[in-house]
Each structure stands twice: as structure tokens, then as C-alpha cells.
């Protein structure tokens, strides 16, 4: 069996992505795998541009942000550099925290859906993660770590488009479930609880 596993993370902001990436790649290493983490949007033009128009420094409309994410996705699958298609053939099972469900989840409620699905199917043909990861909290929660660790709120971050966001990972989950392996985390518990969960099922893949 392949060993070497694509990973992709996916929730809410403040759901715990990037403590959970450390952890399972804490693990991972610790069972002799060698790990490459990486997120979207990428450093590359393309996620800068978008990170510009998240914290208000260009404006930015989401038919704007939805391309620029499906440019940003293909680099950062397809370039010979860090490509994530390079990663894999080296060896590395490579973890990304966001994927394209976050394209699906957080440009849907904005814009047509379908039209969505479609400019990602080609990175969706390219590369198809092992497993996917959504680790479920609720947008109160969300908003509550958030308020903690922040002092300006991005684009997305508000509790009524969180609420959206999370309905749509709920939906289009329910929607991909022949096509996509999703795990669903309960987000709602201490890291290492959550840790626990995912590695029940990543370690049952690498049997
Ligand atoms: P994301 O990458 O999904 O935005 P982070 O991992 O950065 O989320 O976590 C957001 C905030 O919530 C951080 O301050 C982090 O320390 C905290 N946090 C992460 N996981 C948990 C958890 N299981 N319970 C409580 N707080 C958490």
C-alpha cells in the first residue's frame, strides 16, 4: 500500500488546522515518515494577491478571489520547485492545511457553486487527496478564538458567513462522498483529543 499519503486539512477558520497539521506531522515523524507541510493560499503571487485582498489592502470582488485560488491551487500542485506533485514523488507524504473543499465552502455562498466545482476539477484530476480532514467546530467557537488571538478580522471571518461556511462543508461532504475520503474530526475537544481521533484513522492507512 502507498505509503507515503496526500493530506489535506479542512475547517472553519480557528478550528484547529494548524495544530492539528503539527501534530500528525509530530507523529507521522516519529513513526519514520518524512513530512512536508504546506497551505493554501500558497507564498506564491498568485496567495499573496489573495492574502492583500483578505486583510483589506486591495479590493478584491470573490469572483476575483475564486480565480485566484484555482491559479494558486494548479502552482502549487504543478511547479517543479515545492510543487506538492514533486513532494509526493520524493517521497514525502505531504499534509496541506486547505485544499479545494475550502474553495467549495467559502466562495459558494457567493458565487454559482457549480462554477466552483468545475474550475477545480482540474486540480481535483491531478491530485486527489488520500484523506481528507474536516475538523468540525461551530462558529461561535470559532469567532471566540478568533476575538483571542487576533486584533483585525479578515474578509471571511464574520459569524454569519462562518455559519454559511460551515453549512456548506456539511452539505458538499454529504455531496463528495463517493468521490472524496473525508474524516470528520470533533473539533470541540483538546488537541491532543482531536490528535488522538485523527491518527485512529490516518495510522489504520498506513497498515
Ligand atoms: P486554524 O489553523 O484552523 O485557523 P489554529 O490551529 O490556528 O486554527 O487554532 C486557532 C486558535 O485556537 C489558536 O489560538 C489555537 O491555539 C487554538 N486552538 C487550537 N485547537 C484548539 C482546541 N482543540 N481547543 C481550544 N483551542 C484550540
Known amino acids: 500500500m502507498k505509503k507515503n499519503l496526500f493530506i ?3 475547517g472553519i477558520d480557528g478550528s484547529g488546522k494548524s495544530t492539528q497539521v503539527r501534530l500528525l506531522k509530530d507523529r507521522l515523524e516519529a513513526n519514520g515518515h518524512k513530512v512536508y507541510t504546506t497551505c493554501e493560499p ?3 503571487p498568485p496567495g499573496k494577491m489573495i492574502r492583500d485582498i483578505f486583510n483589506h489592502r486591495i479590493d478584491g470582488d470573490h469572483r476575483t478571489i475564486a480565480a485566484l485560488f484555482v491559479a494558486d491551487r494548479l502552482h502549487h500542485i504543478l511547479n517543479k520547485t515545492d510543487g506538492m ?3 509526493l514523488e520524493d517521497g ?7 485544499y479545494y473543499f475550502s474553495s467549495y465552502a467559502y466562495q ?6 457549480n462554477w466552483v466545482i468545475q474550475a477545480n ?12 480532514i474536516y475538523i468540525d467546530i461551530s462558529p461561535e467557537i470559532s469567532i471566540e478564538r478568533l476575538n483571542k488571538g487576533r486584533t483585525s478580522i ?3 471571518e464574520t459569524l454569519d458567513n462562518l455559519r454559511l461556511v460551515r ?29 488522538n481521533d485523527i491518527w485512529d484513522t490516518v495510522s489504520a492507512m498506513l497498515q
Open 8 to 10: 489535506a486539512f479542512e
Open 42 to 44: 500558497t507564498d506564491a
Open 85 to 87: 506533485l514533486k513532494m
Open 92 to 98: 514525502y507524504t505531504v499534509i496541506t492545511d486547505r
Open 108 to 113: 459558494s455562498p457567493h458565487i454559482d457553486q
Open 121 to 132: 476539477s482540474l486540480a481535483a484530476g491531478l491530485l486527489r487527496p488520500d484523506l481528507n
Open 154 to 156: 479578515e474578509l471571511y
Open 167 to 195: 453549512n456548506k462543508y456539511l452539505e458538499l461532504i454529504d455531496v463528495f462522498k463517493g468521490e472524496e475520503k473525508v474524516f470528520v474530526a470533533n473539533g470541540d475537544q483538546s488537541p491532543e483529543g482531536i490528535a
